[in-house]
């Protein structure tokens, strides 16, 4: 986690681009084909992790952590990366992003761990 934290700032505008297209996309995508954001969430954390962070990697941790729990079954792992996901999005300012990165969390992620009360 602090390795991530510690990153570089994503600062290339094409590479930057794509980060935000991926994350714009895999929404509608896991929605047609539900393999797909896995796959998405993937690329975003392999592209985040070689050239640097910005708040929609953020939703590529958090898409990670989701498919660590409905892939592999590991809820403590996919929690462990869904709160990495909100620790890099305030770290990185993304206050516009969080409501929906909560409700995404919430939703897919903490369900499986905290008690029901808590989302």
Known sequence: ?????????????????????????????????????????????????????C?????????YGQAQISVFEDVDEGYRWGKIALSLLESLGGKGYLPKMRCLFSSYVSIWKEPFQAS
Do not use: H
């Not at 708040?55 to 898409?63: D, I, N, P």
């Open 1 to 53: 986690e602090k390795s991530i934290l510690s990153s570089p700032k994503l600062t290339d505008e094409k590479k930057l681009w794509a980060i935000k297209f991926m994350n714009s996309f895999s929404g509608p995508l896991s929605i047609t084909n539900s393999q797909m954001g896995p796959l998405i969430a993937c690329r975003m954390v392999q592209r985040s992790s070689q050239y640097g962070y």
């Open 55 to 63: 708040c929609e990697s953020a939703f590529g941790l958090l898409g």
